[in-house]
C-alpha cells in the first residue's frame, strides 16, 4: 500500500545551517527535529532526506563526508528512537571544480529527480506528500513535483520569506517557525 512521505531538507531544516558542513563537528541537529521525527514515523508517513550537497562538485569536501554526515545524523536521531526512512543528495554542480560531479543534472533542486529516486525506492502517495525545507528552492521543488511545500523560518528561512518570496510566483502551501511546528500541523496535532 502506498505511504504519503514527508521530504525534508537537512541543512536549515533538520540541522544548523552551518553553510558547508565540512567536518563532522559542524553539525548539530535543531530543537524538536527528533521529536519531529519520531512523531512522522508514529503516524506513518515515510521520512525522506532530499539535499543539495554542492560543496562535493566545489571541491570543499570528498563525497565520503557526505556520507559520514548523514550516517551521523542517522545515529543521532536513532538515539532518540527517530528513524529516517531514506536519505537522498545532490553532490551536483554544473560549475564545480571536480570534473565528475561538474554538470547539469536532474537531481539538484528544485529539479525534482531527489524526489524521483525516493518514488523508485518507496511505494509513495505523492499526493499525500509533503516537502518542508528552508528555501525557496524546497518550494520550487515541490510545485514542480506537485506536493504541498512549507516552508519554515529556521536556517535561511526568515531571508527566503522577507526577500526572495515577494518576488516569486510560486508560494509555499504553509509556513510554520520549525520543522516541528509543521509536523505537528502534518499530522493534525495542537
Not at 511505494?123 to 519554515?152: C, H, P, Q, W
Not at 509543521?182 to 496535532?189: E, K
Amino acid at each position: 500500500m502506498r505511504k504519503p512521505a514527508v521530504f525534508i531538507d537537512r541543512d536549515g531544516t533538520i540541522n544548523e545551517q552551518m553553510g558547508y558542513i565540512n567536518h563532522i563537528s559542524r553539525f548539530s541537529l535543531l530543537p524538536r527535529s527528533a521529536e519531529a521525527i519520531r512523531l512522522l514515523n508514529s503516524k506513518g508517513y515515510l521520512t525522506i532526506v532530499v539535499s543539495n550537497q554542492s560543496g562535493v562538485a566545489r571541491g570543499y569536501f570528498p563525497i565520503e563526508l557526505v556520507n559520514q554526515v548523514n550516517e551521523h545524523m542517522r545515529n543521532l536521531l536513532k538515539a532518540e528512537n527517530a528513524n529516517i526512512d531514506g536519505i537522498f543528495f545532490c553532490p551536483h554542480h554544473p560549475h564545480g571544480s571536480v570534473p565528475e560531479y561538474s554538470f547539469s543534472c536532474d537531481c539538484r533542486k528544485p529539479k525534482t529527480g531527489l524526489i524521483e529516486k525516493a518514488c523508485k525506492s518507496f511505494d509513495i502517495d505523492l499526493k499525500r506528500s509533503f516537502v518542508i525545507g528552508d528555501t525557496y528552492t524546497d518550494i520550487e521543488m515541490s510545485y514542480r513535483a506537485n506536493v504541498n511545500g512549507i516552508l519554515v523560518k529556521t536556517g535561511y528561512g526568515l531571508g527566503e520569506i522577507e526577500h526572495v518570496l515577494p518576488n516569486k510566483y510560486i508560494k509555499p502551501t504553509h509556513i510554520f517557525r520549525d520543522f516541528y511546528k509543521a509536523v505537528q500541523w502534518i499530522t493534525g496535532l495542537p
